[in-house]
Structures are given as C-alpha cells and as structure tokens.
T-cell receptor, first 114, second 113 residues
C-alpha cells in the first residue's frame, strides 16, 4: 500500500522568497508521484509529475520537484514566490498497475506575504 | 477541466435522505474516480470505475454506492445521508491505460443538516 506525508499543513513565505513544500511517500513498488494545486473553490490542477527517467521534474508556474528514492521524498520548490502562488498544494502517489488510484497527502496551504 | 462536469455544484440535504451526485465526461475515458475532500485528510478515494458496470471500492466506501451504466456518466449515491458525509466531492478521470495523471472536476459541495 502507498501513503503520503506532507510536512506542515500551513507554510507562509514572503513574496520573492524560496518556496519549499515537503512530501515524503511510502511505496513497496516504484511510485508515480504528483503535485497538484487547488485554488479557492476550484478543482485540482496538475503542477508536475514523476513517472520514470529524470528525477528533477519541472512543472507549470516555475515549480519543480526532485524525486529522491533514498530519502523517499518528492519536495516541491519554487525559487521566488509570487502572490498568485497562494493556494493549497497536494502531493500524491500511485503505482503503475491496475487502476492507478491516487493516494493523497493531507495538503499544505501556502500563504504569500507581501 | 478535461471535459468533466459535476452536478449539482452545491447541495444541502437533510439527514436520512438519499442523494445522488453526477459526474459526466465528454470524451469516453475508461477510468473514473470519486474522491471526498475534508480538512486535514486531503482527498480520499470513495469508489472508482474501470469501465461500464465495472466498479470497485476505495478507501472510504462505507455509506456510498456507485453506478456506471454509460461510459460518460459515473453516479455517486448516498443511500441515507449522514452529517459525516458533509464534504466536497470530486470526480476525476484518467485518460487511458498509459496515462498516469488524473484530471479533476470542479467539485460538489454537499452539506447534510
């Protein structure tokens, strides 16, 4: 079975500062890893994903994440925060078998301070 | 939104009443999922479908049933709504066997009073 832990339910950074959202996963088989973003009163939008290959993946809006197998981590970063990045972010894991059901972390709410 | 429509978008219902939420997709994708979102829990899988009349339970299926009589529609039914089922419900699709990510609808906010 898979599981995801997001460290920190709330993260607050200043505009222009580095954004770091932490995600650790557990999986007995090679995982697929995802970051989704949710703006208020909207559905989830895919930011980026890791399936195979290059461990540093780039997504939309300047975000990137690095798959580190040895640390079972998939942390999300952005060098310079923008006010429009304020949202809730979800890390998720699935595996390449069957229905590929997504298992989500509890979410991290990102606040950007002017 | 990958052609996903959820209806209704908002609903208030009384405890003990049946409720059906609809997820409609326009592109005949095989895999469809129902999740619920609650603070502190992220999204949790209720049921999923891998084809017409082919469904299976997810992590939090108690109190819910689903049906998929057509490729484009995946219905979630609360047979007798309880206050613990107050939540935001999201439908998702996966676009094919080789596809890895899911695309989500806009959600249905259900309040059981």
């Amino acid at each position: 079975a898979q599981s995801v832990t997001q460290l920190g339910s709330h993260v607050s950074v200043s505009e222009g500062a580095l954004v770091l959202l932490r995600c650790n996963y557990s999986s007995s088989v090679p995982p697929y890893l995802f970051w989704y973003v949710q703006y208020p009163n909207q559905g989830l939008q895919l930011l980026l994903k890791y399936t195979t290959g290059a461990t540093l993946v780039k997504g939309i809006n300047g975000f990137e994440a690095e798959f580190k197998k040895s640390e079972t981590s998939f942390h999300l970063t952005k060098p310079s925060a923008h006010m429009s990045d304020a949202a809730e972010y979800f890390c998720a894991v699935s595996v390449a078998a069957g229905a590929q059901k997504l298992v989500f972390g509890q979410g991290t709410r990102l606040t950007i301070n002017p | 939104d990958a052609g996903i429509t959820q209806s209704p978008r908002h609903k208030v219902t009384e405890t003990g009443t049946p409720v059906t939420l609809r997820c409609h997709q326009t592109e005949n994708h095989r895999y469809m999922y129902w999740y619920r979102q609650d603070p502190g829990h992220g999204l949790r899988l209720i049921h999923y479908s891998y084809g017409v009349k082919d469904t299976d339970k997810g992590e939090v299926s108690d109190g819910y049933s689903v049906s998929r009589s057509k490729t484009e529609d995946f219905l979630l039914t609360l047979e007798s709504a309880t206050s613990s089922q107050t939540s935001v419900y999201f439908c998702a699709i996966r676009t094919g066997w080789e596809a890895t990510e899911a695309f989500f609808g806009q959600g249905t906010r259900l309040t059981v009073v």
